[in-house]
Nanobody
Framework: QVQLVESGGGLVQAGGSLRLSCAASGRTFSSYGMNWFRQAPGKEREFVAAINWSGGSTNYADSVKGRFTISRDNAKNTVYLQMNSLKPEDTAVYYC?????????WGQGTQVTVSS
């Protein structure tokens, strides 16, 4: 079982930056691939970024490539999402996800609002 708690969301102007954090419980964090997803009002949840267990491989949605950076610190059981050059269309609830085999765990989400 993995429990995930996101933090770092808030209100920011277009062009600004935020860094989201996702703190995980448990001693097996380093064995999980970690992902960020987001869900805007009235839309389906969509993939944002992924990082493998070691941090050596990352993947991004085209919409955030070059602006967002995912990273992890296995010693702190934490995954981060650095978001730069934010746009109003980045407004959403951002969710952290842990994945290993058929196991999937989700955090409660953190709201990011980008004003124009």
């Amino acid at each position: 079982q993995v429990q995930l708690v996101e933090s770092g969301g808030g209100l920011v102007q277009a062009g600004g930056s935020l860094r989201l954090s996702c703190a995980a419980s448990g001693r097996t964090f380093s064995s999980y691939g970690m992902n960020w997803f987001r869900q805007a009002p009235g839309k389906e949840r969509e993939f944002v970024a992924a990082i493998n267990w070691s941090g050596g491989s990352t993947n991004y949605a085209d919409s955030v490539k070059g602006r967002f950076t995912i990273s992890r610190d296995n010693a702190k059981n934490t995954v981060y999402l650095q978001m730069n050059s934010l746009k109003p269309e980045d407004t959403a609830v951002y969710y952290c996800n842990a994945a290993r085999g058929a196991s999937r765990y989700w955090g409660q989400g953190t709201q990011v609002t980008v004003s124009s």
